[in-house]
């Protein structure tokens, strides 16, 4: 009889030992398998040659929370100083370009030149302002087309992003949560790409267009309107933003609350109502649940590091253009050249208009996966 039960507890001893080992093998093939079955794998293939290459230079190739957790400060800030080195080679050369029309505007002016009875100042006042016209006007254009197509990027990267997300947290016990980020998140994903396409170029190049208009013809003074277009453009997207961040919290935090609810439920039927092995089984529950989170948050995590990617090229070329046009501003001042600066105040309006857009799209993108990650549960 005590050899029977010494058996017995051996047995048990090696059995609970072993557990562990079993469990966590189990643990990463069920990972493997949901991130195929899932469609996370593939989201890396959603994304522009140019975002994957950065992501794969700092070791991101798909959605695997190991390639996540394995960036380094030194890789990020090293990708983000080449994508501005890349971002400064034009506006360099525009600035030098027109500093030197800056320059012999200032040196025809100082020569006090006259044609018959008439100074020529204004003559060579209105040349130069033409001149820096062609010089910094269809760069701008350039970017606004571009900052368009990288918002309608974002928006479908966004729209591929959302039902792998939404099935992931299905499988992890939040079909509440699943349906409200699911209808939130493809709403704003079709508005920012319908605001991107068919709004925002043809609103910036009129906006860009009565800008320059303004700052070249005094008898025009259209300053007012394009201030208070400028500022309208702000306030809605800020407005709209805080709506649609409040939303989500909104609805997160109440599907939350019944998603919890009706996981501790059938943890707590399993627990109770299965015999023998029920404590086994919401346990085991609990651990799938677990592992269905942890892809949830590096699925997440990889969201917004595309998203940043997606966007952070054009906004530092956005930056930068500004920042010349700063420092051309502050010469043109030194020299009272008040055409070529009005010129360029209003090139400076439209880049700042630009970058509000493009910070108010990136931050829906960003900000609702954040609050799908703290709301949701993800860590």
């Known amino acids: 009889m005590k050899k029977i039960v010494c058996l017995a507890v051996l047995l048990l001893l090696v059995t609970a ?72 080679g034009e506006p360099f050369r525009a600035a030098v370009s027109v500093i030197a029309v800056m320059l012999l505007c200032a040196l025809l002016n100082g020569m006090k030149l006259s044609f018959g009875e008439k100074s020529l100042g204004g003559v060579i006042g209105m040349v130069s302002t033409l001149c820096i016209c ?123 609350a019944l998603d919890t609810t009706g996981t501790r439920a059938a943890r707590f039927v399993v627990s109770s109502f299965v015999p023998v092995v029920g404590s086994a089984l919401g346990e085991a529950l609990h651990t799938i649940n677990g592992c269905v989170k942890m892809l949830k948050s590096g699925v997440s995590a990889f969201g917004l590091l595309a998203g940043l990617f997606v966007f952070l090229p054009i906004l530092i070329e956005c930056l930068v253009w500004l920042l010349t046009l700063q420092i051309c501003i502050g010469i043109g001042d030194i020299f009272e050249l008040k055409e070529i600066s009005s010129l360029l105040k209003a090139s400076g309006d439209v880049i700042e208009t630009l970058i509000s857009i493009i910070l108010c799209c990136m931050m829906i993108l960003m900000v609702s996966t954040v609050i799908l990650l703290i709301i949701g549960g993800g860590s």
Request: net charge negative.
């Open 17 to 88: 030992f072993s557990m562990p080992v079993h469990a966590a093998s189990k643990q990463d093939d069920y990972y493997s398998r949901q991130l195929q079955e899932s469609g996370a794998a593939d989201l890396a293939d959603k994304l522009p040659n140019d975002t994957r290459k950065a992501l794969e230079e700092m070791g991101i190739e798909d959605t695997n929370w190991e390639n996540i957790t394995s960036i380094t400060p030194k890789s990020l800030f090293d990708q983000i100083l080449s994508v501005v080195a890349g971002k400064t």
């Open 134 to 256: 062609v010089i910094v006007v269809n760069p701008i254009v350039s970017c606004i087309s571009s900052a368009a197509a990288v918002i309608k990027t974002a928006a479908g990267f966004l729209l591929a992003c959302v039902p792998v997300l939404a099935g992931i947290m299905i499988v992890a016990g939040q079909p509440a949560a699943a349906g409200s980020y699911n209808l939130l998140m493809m709403a704003a994903g079709n508005v920012i790409s319908l605001l991107s396409s068919n709004i925002l170029v043809p609103m910036m190049n009129i906006f860009l267009a009565l800008s320059i208009v303004s700052a070249i013809s005094p008898n025009i003074n259209l300053n007012g309107l394009c201030e208070a277009f400028s500022k309208a453009v702000k306030w809605i997207m800020g407005f709209c933003m805080t709506i649609f961040t409040g939303l989500l919290t909104m609805h997160g935090i109440v599907a939350t």
